[in-house]
Protein backbone atom coordinates (compact mmCIF):
# COMPACT_ATOMS: atom_id res chain seq x y z
CA UNK A 1 0.00 0.00 0.00
CA UNK A 2 1.29 3.36 -0.51
CA UNK A 3 -0.20 6.48 1.12
CA UNK A 4 -0.11 9.92 -0.44
CA UNK A 5 -0.17 13.24 1.32
CA UNK A 6 -0.69 16.67 -1.07
CA UNK A 7 0.63 20.32 0.84
CA UNK A 8 1.13 23.68 -0.26
CA UNK A 9 -2.03 25.52 -1.85
CA UNK A 10 -3.19 28.64 -1.07
CA UNK A 11 -4.52 31.01 -2.53
CA UNK A 12 -2.74 33.71 -5.05
CA UNK A 13 -3.29 36.22 -7.26
CA UNK A 14 -3.36 36.11 -11.32
CA UNK A 15 0.15 35.82 -12.14
CA UNK A 16 1.43 34.27 -9.79
CA UNK A 17 2.97 30.58 -8.44
CA UNK A 18 2.94 27.78 -6.16
CA UNK A 19 4.59 24.53 -5.19
CA UNK A 20 2.52 21.95 -4.53
CA UNK A 21 4.43 18.85 -2.62
CA UNK A 22 2.62 15.54 -2.38
CA UNK A 23 4.56 12.77 0.01
CA UNK A 24 4.88 9.19 -0.39
CA UNK A 25 4.48 6.97 2.47
CA UNK A 26 4.64 2.93 2.51
CA UNK A 27 5.53 1.02 -0.50
CA UNK A 28 7.12 3.70 -2.24
CA UNK A 29 9.60 1.57 -4.00
CA UNK A 30 6.82 -0.39 -5.83
CA UNK A 31 5.65 3.44 -7.64
CA UNK A 32 6.12 3.25 -11.16
CA UNK A 33 4.78 6.56 -11.87
CA UNK A 34 2.81 9.72 -10.38
CA UNK A 35 0.77 12.47 -11.77
CA UNK A 36 -1.54 15.58 -10.69
CA UNK A 37 -5.32 15.79 -11.49
CA UNK A 38 -7.37 18.24 -10.37
CA UNK A 39 -11.27 19.03 -10.21
CA UNK A 40 -13.30 22.30 -9.87
CA UNK A 41 -16.39 22.77 -8.84
CA UNK A 42 -18.65 21.60 -11.28
CA UNK A 43 -16.14 20.15 -13.30
CA UNK A 44 -14.90 17.14 -14.19
CA UNK A 45 -11.45 15.63 -12.62
CA UNK A 46 -8.88 16.18 -15.19
CA UNK A 47 -5.28 15.25 -15.75
CA UNK A 48 -2.47 17.96 -15.12
CA UNK A 49 0.78 16.09 -15.60
CA UNK A 50 2.60 13.10 -15.04
CA UNK A 51 5.99 11.70 -14.80
CA UNK A 52 7.49 8.18 -14.41
CA UNK A 53 10.33 6.21 -13.01
CA UNK A 54 12.73 7.61 -15.50
CA UNK A 55 11.60 11.18 -15.10
CA UNK A 56 9.54 11.20 -18.29
CA UNK A 57 6.90 13.87 -18.18
CA UNK A 58 3.83 14.53 -19.80
CA UNK A 59 1.59 17.58 -19.47
CA UNK A 60 -2.04 18.79 -20.17
CA UNK A 61 -1.81 21.52 -23.12
CA UNK A 62 -3.89 23.74 -20.70
CA UNK A 63 -0.70 23.48 -18.57
CA UNK A 64 2.07 23.38 -20.33
CA UNK A 65 5.11 25.92 -20.83
CA UNK A 66 3.49 27.08 -17.22
CA UNK A 67 4.04 24.15 -14.30
CA UNK A 68 6.57 21.37 -14.08
CA UNK A 69 6.25 18.19 -12.54
CA UNK A 70 9.83 17.00 -10.68
CA UNK A 71 10.00 14.00 -8.04
CA UNK A 72 13.01 13.84 -5.79
CA UNK A 73 13.22 10.08 -4.84
CA UNK A 74 14.79 10.25 -1.75
CA UNK A 75 12.59 12.24 -0.08
CA UNK A 76 9.88 10.38 -1.63
CA UNK A 77 8.25 13.74 -2.80
CA UNK A 78 6.69 14.74 -6.02
CA UNK A 79 6.30 18.67 -6.70
CA UNK A 80 4.15 20.59 -9.16
CA UNK A 81 5.93 23.85 -9.66
CA UNK A 82 3.00 26.13 -11.03
CA UNK A 83 4.30 29.54 -12.50
CA UNK A 84 1.51 32.12 -14.54
CA UNK A 85 -1.54 30.96 -12.81
CA UNK A 86 -4.94 32.12 -13.89
CA UNK A 87 -8.20 31.84 -12.16
CA UNK A 88 -9.05 29.13 -14.33
CA UNK A 89 -6.28 26.99 -12.74
CA UNK A 90 -8.69 27.27 -9.22
CA UNK A 91 -9.58 23.76 -8.39
CA UNK A 92 -8.86 21.19 -5.76
CA UNK A 93 -5.01 19.04 -6.65
CA UNK A 94 -4.51 15.59 -6.27
CA UNK A 95 -1.67 13.96 -7.03
CA UNK A 96 -1.96 9.77 -7.42
CA UNK A 97 0.71 6.84 -7.86
CA UNK A 98 0.45 3.85 -9.56
CA UNK A 99 2.87 0.63 -9.21
CA UNK A 100 2.35 -0.69 -12.80
CA UNK A 101 2.80 0.79 -16.22
CA UNK A 102 -0.22 3.00 -17.26
CA UNK A 103 -3.30 1.07 -19.44
CA UNK A 104 -5.28 3.32 -19.85
CA UNK A 105 -4.99 7.27 -21.31
CA UNK A 106 -6.80 10.37 -21.72
CA UNK A 107 -5.54 13.59 -23.63
CA UNK A 108 -1.82 12.13 -23.98
CA UNK A 109 -1.55 11.74 -20.16
CA UNK A 110 -2.49 8.72 -17.85
CA UNK A 111 -6.44 8.34 -16.99
CA UNK A 112 -7.40 8.66 -13.48
CA UNK A 113 -8.60 5.07 -13.79
CA UNK A 114 -4.57 4.33 -14.74
CA UNK A 115 -3.92 4.84 -10.25
CA UNK A 116 -4.93 3.15 -7.62
CA UNK A 117 -3.36 5.70 -4.80
CA UNK A 118 -5.03 8.93 -4.21
CA UNK A 119 -4.01 11.94 -2.03
CA UNK A 120 -6.65 13.58 0.07
CA UNK A 121 -6.36 16.70 -1.87
CA UNK A 122 -4.66 20.56 -2.05
CA UNK A 123 -7.25 23.54 -2.47
CA UNK A 124 -5.58 26.02 -4.93
CA UNK A 125 -7.25 29.18 -5.22
CA UNK A 126 -6.13 31.82 -8.10
CA UNK A 127 -8.13 35.69 -7.86
CA UNK A 128 -8.15 37.76 -11.18
Known amino acids: QVQLVESGGGSVQSGGSLRLSCAAFGYTYSIYYMGWFRQAPGKEREGVAA???????SYADSVKDRFTISQDNDKNTLYLHMNGLRPEDTAMYHC??????????????????????WGQGTQVTVSS
Open 51 to 57: IDSDGST
Open 96 to 117: AADSRPPQYFSGGLPAARAYNY
